[in-house]
């Protein structure tokens, strides 16, 4: 099926150029890198850079998009954000992650288990308290 797709497609043009440009105008601008993502422009920044950007994000689901595009040291980095320890961002990323990065599901699952496992606790202990 594939074949029959392209089978009248052009021949891509070589590489660095774009389709109908033509290399010997001067007019003619040059081919435009593919867009990266936000988590590749912070990997290519320094370390210090990169987190320093990190901790002055307040938006949670742009929070959310570099955990699941970002690996590593900077993933770990974004997933101690405060903005992403709140019970509705920690339900986004189990949600957004789901199909796409299994660990980073299964941090959100793990952290909202053990939140409402507090919560029980909690109120058990509170409804104990006032028993006594």
């Not at 389709?19 to 422009?41: C, I, L, V």
């Not at 950007?53 to 405060?82: F, K, N, S, T, Y």
């Not at 957004?96 to 299964?106: A, C, D, G, M, Q």
Request: net charge positive; aromatic share 0%; with cysteine.
């Amino acid at each position: 099926m594939l074949r029959r797709l392209f089978r009248n497609r052009p021949p891509d043009p070589p590489k660095g150029q774009r389709r109908g440009a033509d290399p010997a105008s001067p007019s003619s601008p040059p081919a435009e890198p593919p867009p990266q993502s936000a988590a590749e422009a912070l990997l290519a920044l320094p370390a210090d850079q990169a987190a320093a950007r990190v901790r002055a994000c307040d938006d949670v689901d742009e929070l959310i998009e570099l955990a699941l595009d970002a690996r590593g040291e900077l993933r770990d980095q974004i997933l101690a954000h405060p903005q992403l320890a709140v019970a509705t961002a920690l339900t986004a990323l189990e949600k957004r992650s789901r199909n796409r990065n299994k660990t980073l599901n299964r941090h959100a699952r793990r952290l909202l288990d053990r939140r409402r496992t507090l919560q029980h606790e909690a109120a058990a202990t509170e409804e104990r308290a006032t028993e006594l």
